[in-house]
């Protein structure tokens, strides 16, 4: 079944690809851009926003084709797309890895065929990429390490208690970098033990299933720390079920907007917090752009966008200014 999904994936990326590259010059004689977007894994709300920008930004353009593969969160699938948008030369490759090592090489091979190309928000092991646009994961996890402080010193007077960590997918920069961020904090208080940290893929209904797991295990539990907010909604659900959602704060990182988002689940009392980070890809759009039509642009090698905390103080004017835009 997965192999008769992938050949049908190489078929539409080709079509599409073959049926833009030959309206380069459209019609009307202008110059026509085919822009190739290798997706992790569209099923993950924050990849379905990033997609939602892409497509918008390019679209308002007006010279831009979008082509959009869904890797699946298969490292396989995506080699394969990726090897097909570099034999049929888009105008730029824009790819947001499943995993760095996998597609290391093969950006490689983009870079000798002299295709501009843009890691978005997950790099690869070497810097195979014309440049990268992301925001900072290590400063995300300190900011979560200093509010999962706070919040114990503020229930038991000194930095103490019990936190669970939801980790993503294990190896991918983003579950790194927060892990690595909220450890250095942590680790400066010893009386502040992770006492589990199952791995969910970044999945909310595996968050669920291992934070049932661990809900069984442990009957002290003080805070919930999850890589996203999928997840974290995930631990939510499973500690409600066991009626114990009250004993613990859950927080997560992300903070998109809309009725299922970070934002409006702060606002709604199921995570304390959200650490907002940003989708990354109106900047990449806007590189995207000036690479495409200006020829003596030259690009930084990285981009760096900033994250932030979003607390129920901030949550509600947040929400009501995403609804506008």
């Known amino acids: 079944m997965r192999l008769l999904s992938t050949v049908c994936t190489f078929l539409v990326v080709v079509l599409l690809v073959c049926s833009c590259s030959g309206g380069r010059h459209a019609r009307t004689g202008k110059r026509r851009y085919v822009v190739a977007f290798s997706q992790c894994n569209n099923a993950e709300p924050y990849r379905a926003a990033q997609n939602a920008l892409l497509a918008k930004r390019f679209r308002e353009a007006g ?69 990268y646009v992301h925001s900072d994961n290590v400063a995300i996890g300190r900011m979560a390490g200093e509010f999962i402080k706070n919040y114990l010193v503020s229930k038991y007077r000194k930095p103490k208690g019990n936190v669970v960590e939801i980790r993503g997918l294990l190896g991918v920069e983003g579950a790194v970098s927060r892990h690595q961020g909220a450890a250095e904090v942590l680790a400066r208080y010893p009386e502040i033990r992770i006492v589990a940290d199952p791995v969910a893929d970044w999945i909310q209904a595996r968050a669920k299933d291992r934070m049932t797991e661990v809900l069984r295990a442990q009957s002290s539990i003080d805070v919930v720390y999850a890589h996203n907010d999928p997840m974290a909604v995930g631990a939510y659900l499973a500690a ?17 907007g809309g009725p299922a988002g970070g934002i409006k689940k702060v606002m709604d009392g199921i995570l304390a917090a959200t650490f907002v980070y940003p989708l990354c890809a109106g900047e990449a759009a806007d590189v995207a752009l000036k690479m495409l039509r200006d020829p003596s642009f030259k690009p930084s090698k990285q981009y760096v966008v900033q994250p932030q905390i979003m607390t129920p103080q901030k949550a509600s004017q947040l929400y009501r200014d995403l609804k506008v835009q």
């Open 240 to 256: 409600k079920e066991l009626d114990r959602e009250k004993q613990m704060i859950f927080v997560g990182v992300d903070g998109l």
């Open 63 to 131: 010279d831009v084709d979008l082509i959009i593969a869904d890797a699946g969160q298969d490292n396989s699938r995506q080699v394969a797309q990726v090897e097909t948008f570099i034999r049929e030369r888009p105008d730029l490759l824009i790819v947001a890895p499943n995993e760095r090592a996998a597609l290391t090489a093969l950006m490689g091979d983009a870079a000798e065929e002299h295709i501009p190309t843009i890691c978005l928000e997950r790099d690869i092991v070497r810097p195979y990429y014309t440049t």
